[in-house]
């Protein structure tokens, strides 16, 4: 059922572009994506603290963070995966809205549900980074401890091992965390970034 047809959008007097002018940067929504383990949480932290000290608006929507309170009612079967893809493209589009770089940094192992959540924004507001790291480093950093229960089959439906990730095709930036310190990869992103979003 389509609980849209009764709905006017209000239009809003203080568009995107004041919010640009008034904090002296576009806006952009940065999506890491990759296997757990892969690093997206330490670049995502690390790249934001680099962008907060350069004095840009950010706000970081971490996969762990979310799943706690928005998204608490989905699990990880493929579609309550999607669901939550969905929903954190349209939370990132409102930060977009107001002016904010959005970073975000979950598995999101559907290419089709990245496709779709970057459909949402303008041309060159949204950049996909993958955080590739080979499995089985991953495996062997196990930070909490999950590629274990997961081969012990102790948590089901587990990226990589009893579920699936589609690997990004032509990411805006390619890091190989497991070839580079985190350090290196967040000046490739700030350096990129800054790019796309000083104001001319
Ligand atoms: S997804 O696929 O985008 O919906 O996943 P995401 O919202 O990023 O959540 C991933 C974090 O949830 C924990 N976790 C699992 N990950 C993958 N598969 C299964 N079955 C699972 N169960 C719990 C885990 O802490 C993930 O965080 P990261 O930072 O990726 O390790």
Redesign the pocket.
């Given at each position: 059922m389509d609980h849209t047809s009764n709905l006017t959008e209000v239009k809003l007097t203080v568009t995107k572009e004041d919010f640009h002018r008034q904090n002296g940067h576009r806006s952009a929504a940065i999506w890491l994506t990759g296997?757990?383990?892969a690093g997206?949480?330490t670049i995502a932290t690390a790249l934001e603290t680099e962008l907060y000290r350069r004095g840009i608006h950010t706000y970081l929507l971490d996969?762990?963070n979310?799943?706690l309170g928005l998204?608490r009612d989905l699990g990880?079967s493929e579609e309550?995966?999607r669901e939550?893809?969905r929903r954190v493209a349209e939370v990132s589009k409102l930060f977009v809205e107001a002016g904010t770089v959005v970073i975000v940094?979950?598995?999101?192992?559907y290419r089709k549900d990245r496709d779709e959540a970057r459909a949402r924004f303008e041309e060159g507001e949204f950049l996909e980074v993958f955080v590739d790291c080979p499995i089985d480093v991953c495996e062997e950093r196990d930070p909490?401890g999950?590629y274990k229960k997961?081969k012990a089959g102790t948590?089901?439906?587990?990226?990589g091992i009893s579920?699936p990730y589609e690997p990004p095709l032509h990411p805006e930036f390619h890091l190989r965390t497991d070839l580079n310190a985190p350090e290196a990869c967040v000046a490739l992103l700030v350096e990129g970034l800054l790019e796309r979003i000083t104001l001319q």
């Open positions: 296997l757990s383990g997206k949480s996969g762990d979310v799943r998204n990880f309550d995966r939550n893809i940094a979950f598995i999101s192992p909490k999950l997961a948590i089901l439906q587990f990226t579920s």
